[in-house]
């Protein structure tokens, strides 16, 4: 098969990831620029044109594994999906090339596939973990409020009438940036996962460099800040990335309220999806999505690694 390779600028990867219909903002090059500023490497991407016409690209991020004697390629960073960014989808023959033309490049590839994409998984081949997001599909208010939990349904009318007000906003200025990080840090500590804590310097970047993709919605009772929540819209769906909440919220049942009325104004949006992301083994978590209307889509978790770096990880094993 005649399949020709090139590396490709950020306006060829921008353009190919508004195109691709499965892409969300994981695929950007706005997520992997950041991922490297948070956790180094390079952010790349390459496309694979064959002879019926069909091209793809692939973003990546290359480093070094196993204290830089492995060289490494990872499609989907920061625990975002990977995948290729296809207008027209490729057959199985196109992907196990493309899956092949990697493996001989680098010892270590680290794929996240894409629960949005409907085609079929990558590799069948390697370390391979399933995985599942949860997705609400958008539909007017009325209809989204009836598929909600009744007791999701009783929450929002009780928050409802304690005068809450919840709005989206653009471009947040440098003192709505330090007001919800600050709410952020808070929200963090008391839930004790302050071990994954982001720094201010990542919900400036994230707006900086996301620009009209990257949103945030801000709730209020009256002049003070109870919540907010920071989307990421593509052309698949809106991604809920960051969330927190006063502890006056709870008793308010506001978090509820600002995860409905969120989705309210993506919908007027023309949004068509929310994609909640992955729980992993938090039960309750996933429950309380299920509660909102949401449904849960699968994908896999793959790794392949060379012999070399094989060898390295059963070293690191047995030491």
């Known amino acids: ?43 790349t991407a390459h496309r694979f044109r064959f002879a019926d016409g069909r091209e793809a690209v692939l973003p990546m991020r290359l480093s ?52 949005h994409d409907p085609s079929e998984p990558f590799w069948g081949a390697g370390v391979a973990a399933q995985d599942e997001t949860r997705v609400v599909d958008l539909q007017p208010f009325a209809d989204q409020l009836a598929a909600c939990h009744a007791t999701r ?19 947040p200025d440098g003192a709505l940036l330090q007001a919800i990080y600050s709410l952020y840090r808070d929200h963090a500590t008391r839930w004790q996962y302050t071990r994954w804590l982001r720094e201010a310097s990542y919900f400036r970047q994230l707006f900086a460099w996301g620009g009209p993709h990257v949103q945030l919605v801000v709730m209020y009772r009256e002049a003070h800040l109870l919540g907010f929540q920071m989307v990421a ?3 698949a769906a809106a991604l809920q990335l960051n969330l927190a909440t006063d502890p006056e919220a709870a008793e308010a049942h506001a978090g509820t309220y600002l995860a409905l009325e969120t989705m309210r104004l993506l919908q007027a949006r023309a949004v068509a999806r929310v994609d909640l992301l992955p729980s992993g083994r938090l039960t309750t978590v996933r429950q309380y999505k299920e509660s909102l209307g949401a449904r849960p889509l699968p994908f896999l978790r793959e790794r392949v690694m060379g012999p070399w770096a094989s060898a390295l990880r ?6």
């Open 153 to 171: 349904r009783r929450h929002w009318r009780r928050a409802e009438q304690d005068h809450l007000s919840v709005r989206l906003v653009d471009a």
């Open 314 to 319: 059963s070293l690191r094993r047995g030491a």
């Open 64 to 115: 070094r594994s196993f204290r830089g004697l492995v060289s490494r390629v990872e499609c989907g960073v920061q625990n975002g999906y990977g995948g290729l960014l296809e207008a027209r989808p490729l057959d199985g023959a196109q992907r196990r090339a493309i899956a092949a033309w990697l493996t001989s490049r680098w010892q270590d590839v680290v794929w996240t596939g894409n629960p």
């Open 233 to 235: 819209t593509g052309p």
């Open 1 to 43: 098969m005649t399949m020709h390779v090139d590396e490709v600028d950020e306006a060829t990867w921008q353009a190919a990831w508004l195109a691709c219909p499965a892409a969300t903002f994981f695929h950007s090059p706005a997520w992997y620029r950041l991922a490297c500023e948070l956790e180094g490497g390079r952010a």
